[in-house]
């Protein structure tokens, strides 16, 4: 099954510094990479995603990259604020068509710090 | 839309009780799936399914159980508990995994409020 590998597991970063988190899948035919934000306490939420026919995604301040090749894909944070303070998870699902395909796995999370 | 619901949100239970950890979604999701989250650990799938009647194991099922008998209702069962159960418990639903893939908010997994669950 698809297995997903997370790093680093913790980062801090200066207030207005760049963030870059990258998360490693196994199986090749996933093509769904979401990231999930959980502040303390409170539920994962989705920030972005993407599909594999896509290499770079952007959000605000927020920005995904995937390289299909070396199976990996990055989540990069610019000009951190404090309210950027959370855990992080990666994860990836298989398309329709897979008996697992709905299943979407997580990575091990990444706990960001922005230091004032 | 109240989106996913999921009762107790704090349960303190003995060795070898059983329980169940409720979840409805009113988002006509079909599937649903529940994940446990421990330190370190990450989200890790205890058992999901893709509609009322269909059930499947994730990546860690064993002392859980589950049924779907419809499409709003996914409840976990904790047969005997354990220490070892001692978790925060997330409920989670998304749109028809047949179209998933045609409309991009149909991937959006929603994660209802947590359960912490602690097995003394």
């Known amino acids: 099954g698809e297995n997903v590998e997370q790093h680093p597991s913790t980062l801090s970063v200066q207030e207005g510094d760049s963030a870059v988190i990258k998360c490693t899948y196994s199986?090749?035919?996933?093509?769904?990479f979401p990231w999930y934000k959980q502040e303390l306490g409170k539920r994962p939420q989705l920030i972005i995603d993407i599909r594999s026919n896509v290499g770079e995604k952007k959000d605000q301040r927020i920005a995904v990259t995937l390289n299909k090749t070396a199976k990996h894909f990055s989540l990069h944070i610019t000009e951190t604020q404090p309210e950027d303070s959370a855990v992080y998870f990666c994860?990836?699902?298989?398309?329709?068509?897979?008996?697992?395909?709905?299943?979407?796995?997580f990575g091990s999370g990444t706990r960001l710090s922005i230091r004032p | 839309n109240a989106g996913v619901t999921q009762t107790p949100k704090f349960q303190v239970l003995k060795t070898g009780q059983s329980m169940t950890l409720q979840c409805a979604q009113d988002m006509n999701h079909e599937y649903m799936s529940w994940y446990r989250q421990d330190p370190g650990m990450g989200l890790r799938l205890i058992h999901y399914?893709?509609?009322?009647?269909?059930?499947d194991q994730g990546e860690v099922p064993n002392g859980y159980n589950v049924s779907r008998s419809t499409t709003e209702d996914f409840p976990l069962r904790l047969l005997s508990a354990a220490p070892s159960q001692t978790s925060v418990y997330f409920c989670a639903s998304r749109a028809s995994y047949r179209d998933t893939f045609q409309l991009i908010s149909g991937n959006t997994i929603y994660f209802g409020e947590g359960s912490w669950l602690t097995v003394v």
């Open positions: 994860a990836a699902s298989l398309p329709p068509g897979y008996s697992s395909a709905s299943k979407i796995i």
């Open positions: 399914s893709v509609g009322a009647g269909i059930t």
């Open positions: 199986d090749s035919a996933s093509n769904y």
